[in-house]
């Protein structure tokens, strides 16, 4: 079943603007990753934060990770046309059971970014 | 150049006619799996494998099977297709089962129509 859900589901705004998605889960985590995708294209990852950090910045993209709230955000900065593509985040489970190895992946919000 | 490899991009077929999508990650990794994407269900995982000869059903395995013969190498396949198999397919790979990183590799996708 989907762990993650993603919130909101589509996101329109204006070049420069800040973009804000957020990623909710259910169960203990080892760690959380965002993926993007353009559309029809596969994932590639963007970043990858541990279930005992808080917070990590890559470039533009700033991540959250609350484990008590069990959610995570995503925040692009100074967003630009190119950044518009749908984004999911992943959760890995702890490691043990069937879980190991495995990835979940949320329902994906799809950005759009206006010149 | 490190990549995923799927094949065909895009196939039509027909319901019940035996078919094969193969994938290739030329990274010698560990774990490969496979996704299908589906409007409003996000990615599910269909099987994976943490090495060769290791396979193991994922969320939706239902109507699939796969083999890991070949490090390298994770087909497909479909022994019966129906048309509810219509989907994005994605093959993806890792370098790591248990440690805290599993970022993914993703292929750029098969798109599969059943009739």
């Known amino acids: 079943s989907q762990q993650g859900e993603e919130d909101p589901q589509a996101l329109s705004i204006q070049e420069g603007e800040n973009a804000t998605m957020n990623c909710s889960y259910k169960t203990s985590i080892n760690n959380l990753q965002w993926y993007r995708q353009n559309s029809g294209r596969g994932l590639v990852h963007l970043i990858l934060i541990r279930s005992n950090e808080r917070e990590k910045h890559s470039g533009r993209l700033r991540v959250t990770l609350d484990t008590s709230k069990k959610s995570s955000s995503l925040l692009i900065t100074a967003s630009r046309a190119a950044d518009t593509a749908s984004y999911f985040c992943?959760?890995?489970?702890?490691?043990?059971?069937?879980?190991?190895?495995?990835?979940?992946f949320g329902q994906g919000t799809i950005l759009t970014v206006h010149p | 150049e490190a990549q995923v490899t799927q094949n065909p991009r895009y196939l039509i077929t027909v319901t019940g006619k035996k078919l094969t999508v193969t994938c290739s990650q030329n990274m010698n990794h560990e774990y490969m799996s496979w996704y299908r994407q589906d409007p409003g269900l996000g990615l599910r995982q269909i099987y994976y494998?943490?090495?060769?000869?290791?396979?193991d059903k994922g969320d939706v395995p239902e109507g699939y099977k796969v083999s890991r013969k070949e490090k390298r190498n994770f087909p497909l396949i479909l022994e019966s297709p129906s048309p509810n198999q219509t989907s994005l397919y994605f093959c993806?790979?890792?370098?790591?089962?248990?440690?805290?990183?599993?970022?993914?590799?993703f292929g750029a996708g098969t798109r599969l129509s059943v009739l």
């Open positions: 494998s943490m090495n060769v000869e290791v396979t």
């Open positions: 993806a790979s890792s370098p790591r089962t248990w440690a805290t990183k599993n970022i993914q590799y």
């Open positions: 992943a959760t890995k489970a702890n490691a043990g059971g069937t879980s190991y190895g495995k990835l979940t």
